[in-house]
């Protein structure tokens, strides 16, 4: 059976960092945003196969923000629009600061946890899902 957990962030604060504070608070294992609504003053993404982060700052609407969450490792890619709509997304990294709020909902679930190996599938640590005996 599925958990949820609904929360708000502040102007100010760190969109990745606050989730991950309560991924460890809840001792998530195996969790998954079930949505995310707000704005940023500032955003931090990585695009595909590049080695480093894009910065801006100015207003950004989240028009989305998706991923898996576990205590061992996370994995979330976030889409913001600017003024005119122009839309930009990747890897969600630090300093993401939330502009007028953040409004979050995660899912769990104590079926599955959730862990990040080397599988020899690519170069980095992929999902690994282990099924929980009832």
């Not at 998954?32 to 595909?48: E, K, N, P, Q």
Request: hydrophobic share 35%.
């Amino acid at each position: 059976m599925a958990q949820h957990h609904a929360f708000r962030l502040k102007p100010g604060q760190d969109l990745k960092q606050a989730i991950d504070s309560m991924v460890q608070a809840k001792n998530i294992h195996a969790g998954w945003i079930v949505t995310c609504v707000g704005s940023l003053t500032d955003y931090h993404i990585r695009f595909a196969n590049q080695p480093e982060g894009a910065k801006d700052t100015g207003h950004f609407e989240i028009v989305s923000l998706v991923g898996t969450l576990s205590t061992e490792g996370s994995h979330l890619h976030l889409s913001v629009s600017d003024s005119t709509g122009k839309t930009i997304g990747g890897h969600l990294l630090d300093d993401n600061k939330v502009y007028t709020t953040a409004e979050i909902v995660i899912a769990s679930s104590n079926d599955f946890k959730f862990t990040r190996k080397e599988d020899g599938t690519t170069p980095w640590k992929e999902l690994q899902v282990e099924t929980i005996p009832k």
